[in-house]
């Protein structure tokens, strides 16, 4: 099965240039049951890499434009009358699909916003007291441009909390750059990018990726960590139980990516940034990552007490 991740990661290189660590991360949100924010600036290939992955694992792709009059149901859909049967016609959402895009999702409103924070928890949506369930596996992919804050809304602690991941795919390097024109020559369009896993096996991996050894020692570490953001001076937020566990999930699949089925204090320290930052509050203006970063230098792998 681990051969199926080899050419995952091959096929979104195919559109994605240069950007091998990002694709990494977001196959081990998308494995680890999670989900991924993309922060960047317009024109880096944020919607590309989702349209890539759900060509990949082929599964129902629904993307949502995120404007401030955008409503919850638009989102999860909602309960129509229908004059023929005289009965209420559940009408489903984007929500419900396998690999959800949320565009520039701080221009919508908080209320819309919140739509989302009972199904990337619980793969699920209550409209009227009936529960439904979304297809499985059930990814979200937002988006975000962090440099424009002109009639947008910053998303709460308890939606970032919702995400796995964040992270940034940055500007390409010139050589990459320039073989990004050179491919602009002969394009791969997406629609041309053929499925190489399906959505069962995504979910076998899914499975199987909660087999991998988490040592004790490790575990330690872990909660080493998410102490020390909780008692740290730069933070007025640390680290929530949710980011403790997601941050062992992630570790267990980026381990199993790399044919392991251990996980070694590499994969933390390669993962942890991008797990952890977005979920605390730095006191200041501090910068988040730095601080992690800085958490990661002082803490040892082992207790020495």
């Known amino acids: 099965m ?44 944020k919607t590309l890499l989702a349209k890539s992955l759900a060509r990949s694992i082929n599964g129902k ?14 989102v999860t859909g909602t309960n129509i009358w229908n004059p023929n049967t005289r009965e209420f016609e559940f009408l489903a959402g984007p929500a419900f699909a396998n690999i959800l895009l949320a565009d520039e999702i701080n221009r919508a409103t908080p209320r819309t916003q919140s739509s989302l924070l009972e199904v990337m928890e619980e793969k699920q949506i209550t409209i009227d007291g009936v529960a439904r369930f979304v297809p499985s596996p059930f990814f979200v992919i937002a988006t975000q441009n962090p440099v424009e804050y002109q009639g947008t809304f910053p998303l709460p602690e308890a939606q970032m909390d919702r995400f796995t991941i964040s992270l940034t795919l940055g500007y390409p390097s010139p050589d990459e750059e320039l073989q990004m024109l050179e491919r602009q020559l002969n394009p791969t369009p997406v629609e041309e990018i053929e499925p190489c896993i399906t959505l069962e ?10 087999k991998v050894k988490v040592d004790k020692k490790i575990q330690q570490y872990i909660v080493r960590l998410v102490n020390a953001s909780r008692n740290s001076e730069d933070l007025s937020l640390g680290v929530s139980p949710r980011g403790t566990i997601a941050l062992q999930k992630a570790s267990q699949a980026l381990a199993f990516i790399e044919e392991r089925d251990y996980v070694i204090p590499d994969d933390l320290k390669f993962l942890a940034s991008g797990i952890l930052s977005h979920r605390v509050i730095p006191a200041g203006g501090r910068n988040a990552k730095l601080i992690i970063d800085r958490l990661l230098d002082t803490i040892a792998v082992e207790d020495e007490q």
């Open 2 to 45: 681990r051969d199926k991740i080899t050419i995952l990661k091959e096929n979104l290189a195919r559109t994605i240039v240069g950007k091998d660590d990002a694709i990494k991360q977001v196959i081990v949100a998308l494995l680890s049951g999670g989900h991924a924010l993309l922060e960047d600036v317009p024109g880096v290939g």
């Open 61 to 74: 792709f629904q993307r949502i434009q995120c404007t401030p009059d955008l409503l919850p149901s638009d």
């Open 201 to 210: 096996q995504v979910k076998a991996l899914q499975a199987e990726i909660l």
